[in-house]
């Protein structure tokens, strides 16, 4: 029985093709065999907002970079109040692809303050307790892209965007951020992040 009186929050980040979605599943998986209730989540969270924001995505077609920061703050704040905080009230797990971080890699890597959406983010949102960075060169993450055979996101999946988006990904310096190589074979990194999880969150010693 789950006594935990608040839950953890626990985020995946990462160049697109840096295998989030994958990890994300393995480490509900696992939490879930170890007794655990796990929220599985991500963003852009599936409202009108984050409908807005796949739409743009898929068609090439850019907007400001101010534009796109404000969509991503709005389906947060509804993924916040609808989802995340909730499941963190009731003591449970929730593993989420994608926050606040991407929006400061990302909307940063357009020419806005990451330090200054760090800042206005943390104000508003509530801090996970563990942030996974799955690290991996941008054109090894492509490559994995246009393996996969998913709808293309074009408007994020450009290699020079994502070059300025790692590098503000490895600048960020939190105690509760850790990066892990994400270029090895699956189960190794999940073996990895599972590792990590453990003796950062004392989850399933």
């Known amino acids: 029985m789950n006594t ?4 953890l929050f626990i985020v995946f980040e990462g160049v697109d093709g840096s ?5 994300v599943a393995r480490m509900v998986r696992w939490l879930g065999a170890g007794g655990h209730t796990v ?6 969270h599936d409202c009108e907002a984050g409908r807005r ?5 898929r068609s090439g077609e850019r907007v400001s970079a101010e534009q796109e920061l404000a ?21 449970q797990i929730v593993v989420c692809d994608r926050y606040y971080f991407s929006s ?9 303050d990451p330090e200054r ?14 942030v996974l960075l799955l690290d991996l060169a941008p054109e090894a993450g492509l490559d994995r892209v246009a393996s996969r055979g998913a709808p293309a996101e074009p408007v994020f999946e450009d290699q020079e965007r994502l070059q300025a988006v790692a590098k503000i990904y490895r600048s960020f310096a939190f105690p509760f951020f850790v990066r892990v190589d994400a270029s090895g074979q699956e189960e190794a990194v999940a073996a990895s992040l599972q590792q990590i999880v453990s003796e950062r969150l004392g989850l399933l010693r």
Do not use: C, N
């Not at 969509?71 to 963190?88: G, K, N, S, T």
């Open 4 to 7: 935990r009186a608040r839950g």
């Open 19 to 23: 295998g989030k979605s994958t990890q």
């Open 39 to 44: 929220v599985s989540t991500r963003e852009p």
């Open 53 to 57: 924001i796949r739409e743009m995505a």
């Open 71 to 91: 969509w991503f703050q709005e389906q947060r704040r509804l993924h916040v109040h609808d989802v995340i905080e909730p499941a963190l009230a009731a003591g």
């Open 104 to 112: 400061a890699a990302y909307q940063g890597a357009r020419g806005l």
């Open 117 to 130: 959406i760090l800042r206005e983010s943390e104000a508003e949102f509530p801090t996970p307790d563990l």
